[in-house]
């Protein structure tokens, strides 16, 4: 039982390029969430998803695109990666909503020069 | 409205001592406080959620005290050690699967 896990671990992107960060549970959680973390900011959630085929934006969702075709994968794709886009990436997921719990990956530092 | 304000930014505690985490809320809708845990290079991990109904929730060393009228809510650490050096973050939702997050206290507990 592995959780959450996400892919890649690391990334150096140069601005424009694109990239897909991928994140997968095996808990059969019907709700997964993408979060970026940056000092002193927290985390701030940037797109979501209630069920398989479903997605929605979070608080600061510019520049960012996602998909969940399978239930146990969500994906968040940055189409022209920006320097404002250099943060910690994290993916959660949770079986029933906001008030269960929220089990997060290890991250994804991504730099983008 | 929305936002979840937390302080203090950083705390340093000698081991024993018992460091205080403080959040803030304006809005009334939330009921459900999750604090998480982060430790370096890791993803957070829930430590203790408390709901409205009740102003205090104890599990293990970790305390959570909740202020209704106030709209504050706290984090207690008991004896502390040096392994609950980590980021602590609280977080507010209304039940419409999002938390907002507080900006995280870097604690250190020294030896």
């Known amino acids: 039982n592995a959780g959450v896990t996400q892919t890649p671990k690391f990334r150096v992107l140069k601005t424009g390029q694109s990239m897909t960060l991928l994140c997968a549970q095996d808990?059969?959680?019907?709700?997964m969430y993408w979060y970026r973390q940056d000092p002193g900011m927290g985390l701030r959630l940037i797109h979501y998803s209630v069920g398989e085929g479903t997605t929605a934006k979070g608080e600061v969702p510019d520049g960012y695109n996602v998909s969940r075709l399978k239930k146990q994968n969500f994906l968040l794709g940055l189409e022209s990666a920006a320097p404002s886009q250099t943060s910690v990436y994290f993916c959660?997921?949770?079986?029933?909503?906001?008030?269960?719990?929220?089990?997060f990956g290890p991250g994804t530092r991504l730099t983008v020069l | 409205q929305q936002q979840v304000k937390q302080s203090p930014q950083s705390l340093i505690v000698q081991k024993g001592g018992i460091p205080i985490i403080n959040c803030a809320y304006e809005?009334?809708?939330?009921?459900?406080f999750p604090w998480y845990q982060q430790f370096p290079g890791k993803g957070p991990a829930l430590l203790i959620a408390i709901r409205p109904d009740v102003s205090e929730k104890k599990e293990g060393r970790f305390t959570i005290s909740f202020n209704k009228s106030a709209k504050q809510f706290s984090l207690h650490i008991m004896d502390s050690q040096p392994g609950d050096s980590a980021t602590y973050f609280c977080a507010a939702s209304t039940g419409t699967y999002k938390y907002i997050f507080g900006t995280g206290t870097r604690l250190k507990v020294l030896a």
């Open positions: 808990m059969n959680h019907e709700y």
């Open positions: 809005n009334t809708a939330f009921d459900y």
């Open positions: 959660a997921s949770s079986r029933g909503g906001a008030v269960d719990e929220q089990f």
